[in-house]
């Protein structure tokens, strides 16, 4: 898409945005709201919440932003009390509105795909950090971890529901949960617990539902999680080898999918395993585990 054509849809921002609008309650953050969004839209170069303030937004009287302004948007991202899960509602109703009709296009219905994804951090005091297998760098490194649920259609895909994992460690700890303003009914859960969360989160919100569920051999190997999701009666891709290609070709560039899993066991989430997923790595490691060559160090 060229700049040109992301400016030309700056119109069509204040419409999406007024679909969302309530979830920010009050008429001054669902400006800020506004103005994030089209800072990270439409905004060029490096992205920080100065930038986006004083380039997108406007001071109450209508004039220029200043700095007042910028410390008001940092006050709204840190503090302000919205509805998050509001809004990943209001995503799924888009969802089931734009994008499941075109399931008609091709015999797998509507996909979930369970997967993970890392962020790398230089410091500790970003909530849940810690050394802990990195996805994108296929290693242990410092690194936030979040467990995401996506919808995928012949349409195109969405993100359905998503939460941050926090390590026992984390969990513990009430100076860092106080400090990264962890709400106190937030309890260490494993990957495969806040997968299995999400996808009962998504189905009790009633505008989603799937006919197949995908995921990597890392969830896959979990005997609790797959009980429960027969539980559900949800039927998963492992039972259809289709479901598995088709949905790989259509999220590989959002770096999602179910794939082979070939990560190695150590530093996969030492604390985040359940005993199913712990189970699963011994008998996959030495299968997976990538063979170790002379002068390299290994992987």
């Known amino acids: 898409m060229t700049r040109d054509e992301v400016r030309a849809l700056g119109r069509g921002l204040a419409k999406l945005h007024a679909r969302f609008a309530s979830c920010f309650g009050r008429r001054e953050a669902q400006g800020h709201a506004l103005t994030y969004l089209k800072g990270l839209l439409l905004g060029e170069g490096r992205k920080n919440v100065e930038r986006m303030a004083l380039r997108f937004g406007a001071a109450a ?11 008001a948007m940092q006050e709204f991202l840190t503090r302000s009390p919205w509805d998050a899960q509001g809004v990943m509602r209001e995503i799924q109703a888009a969802f089931a509105e734009e994008f499941v009709p ?60 998503c939460r941050l994992y926090l390590p026992k460690e984390w969990a513990k700890d009430r100076r860092r949960r106080k400090q990264t303003r962890v709400p106190s009914s ?18 009790a919100a009633g505008q989603v539902r ?9 969830y896959g190997h979990d005997g609790d999680f797959l009980s429960a999701l027969d539980k559900l009666g949800q039927r998963r891709g492992g039972q259809h080898a289709r ?13 999602v999918g179910p794939q082979a899993d070939a990560r190695p066991n150590e530093g996969r989430g030492q604390d985040g395993r359940g005993a199913g997923e712990k189970a699963a790595a011994r008998g996959l490691e030495d299968r997976q585990r990538p063979p170790r060559r002379r002068g390299t160090g290994g992987v």
Not at 61 to 71: C, I, R, W
Not at 186 to 203: P, Y
Not at 244 to 254: S, W
């Open 102 to 161: 075109s399931t008609s296009q091709w015999p797998l219905g509507t996909v979930g795909v369970l997967d993970e994804t890392s962020i790398v951090k230089a410091g500790r005091e970003s909530c849940g950090t810690r050394p802990q297998y990195c996805g994108r760098l296929a290693k242990t490194a410092n690194c936030q971890v979040g467990v995401f649920l996506l919808g995928v259609t012949p349409a195109g895909a969405a993100l359905l529901d």
């Open 243 to 255: 479901v598995a290609q088709e949905v790989h070709g259509r999220t590989a560039a959002l770096g």
């Open 210 to 218: 799937f006919d197949w569920l995908a995921a990597d051999a890392f």
């Open 61 to 71: 009287d209508g004039s220029a932003a200043s700095q007042k302004e910028v410390v």
């Open 186 to 203: 937030i309890r260490f859960r494993t990957k495969s617990q806040i997968a299995l969360d999400l996808v009962e989160r998504t189905l």
